[in-house]
T-cell receptor, first 114, second 111 residues
Framework: AQSVTQPDIHITVSEGASLELRCNYS??????LFWYVQSPGQGLQLLLK??????LVQGIKGFEAEFKRSQSSFNLRKPSVHWSDAAEYFC????????????FGSGTRLSIRP | DTGVSQNPRHKITKRGQNVTFRCDPI?????LYWYRQTLGQGPEFLTY????????KSRLLSDRFSAERPKGSFSTLEIQRTEQGDSAMYLC?????????FGPGTRLTVL
């Protein structure tokens, strides 16, 4: 069955430090991969997506993610975090050829240390 | 604002009552999705429409839940005889194809 694992429930980093959020997926075919961010009381905002092509994907707010097929991973990175990046981050995989259904991970809560 | 909108944003109800939520998708998006999100979890897929046709329903969608998209534009999600376990955030998303854009959600509290 398709699944997404985000092994880190909660991460705290210092403002200005680099960030990497881990995501592993299980899916038999070529996946459609997404990262969404959710701030308290807000809906989900798309950060970036990977469908095909270059395995390093650039997104909004200075985020990037790298698709590694051999590791079934799609980790999210940012070189220098800002206090406004504190939020819940969700990795997701589209399980149909046109991503008609998305399976989400359980999320990683990011806190920023001043 | 041309994003996905959901109403109401918050709903408090007593167990056994019926509730209905509305989702207005981004204009001309032919796909519309409903998800449920409980505290500390990622959203879980409930159902999916392409235009007015409901193409898939999750087994999470019990007989007490019904969703409609009568004219292929807005959608409603109704929960009958609410239970405390129905308390959650209900998210709507729309898509023109392969990327889903989410609304702010409706938070349901069943007392």
């Amino acid at each position: 069955a398709q699944s997404v694992t985000q092994p880190d429930i909660h991460i705290t980093v210092s403002e200005g430090a680099s960030l990497e959020l881990r995501c592993n997926y299980s899916y038999g075919a070529t996946p459609y991969l997404f990262w969404y961010v959710q701030s308290p009381g807000q809906g989900l905002q798309l950060l970036l997506k990977y469908f095909s092509g270059d395995t390093l994907v650039q997104g909004i707010k200075g985020f990037e993610a790298e698709f590694k097929r051999s590791q079934s991973s799609f980790n999210l990175r940012k070189p220098s975090v800002h206090w406004s990046d504190a939020a819940e981050y969700f990795c997701a995989v589209g399980v149909e050829s046109s991503a008609s259904k998305i399976i989400f991970g359980s999320g990683t809560r990011l806190s920023i240390r001043p | 604002d041309t994003g996905v909108s959901q109403n109401p944003r918050h709903k408090i109800t007593k167990r056994g009552q019926n509730v209905t939520f509305r989702c207005d998708p981004i204009s001309e998006h032919n796909r519309l999705y409903w998800y449920r999100q409980t505290l500390g979890q990622g959203p879980e897929f409930l159902t999916y429409f392409q235009n007015e046709a409901q193409l898939e329903k999750s087994r999470l969608l019990s007989d007490r839940f019904s969703a409609e998209r009568p004219k292929g534009s807005f959608s409603t999600l109704e929960i009958q005889r609410t239970e405390q376990g129905d308390s959650a955030m209900y998210l709507c998303a729309s898509s023109p194809g392969d990327t889903q854009y989410f609304g702010p959600g409706t938070r349901l509290t069943v007392l």
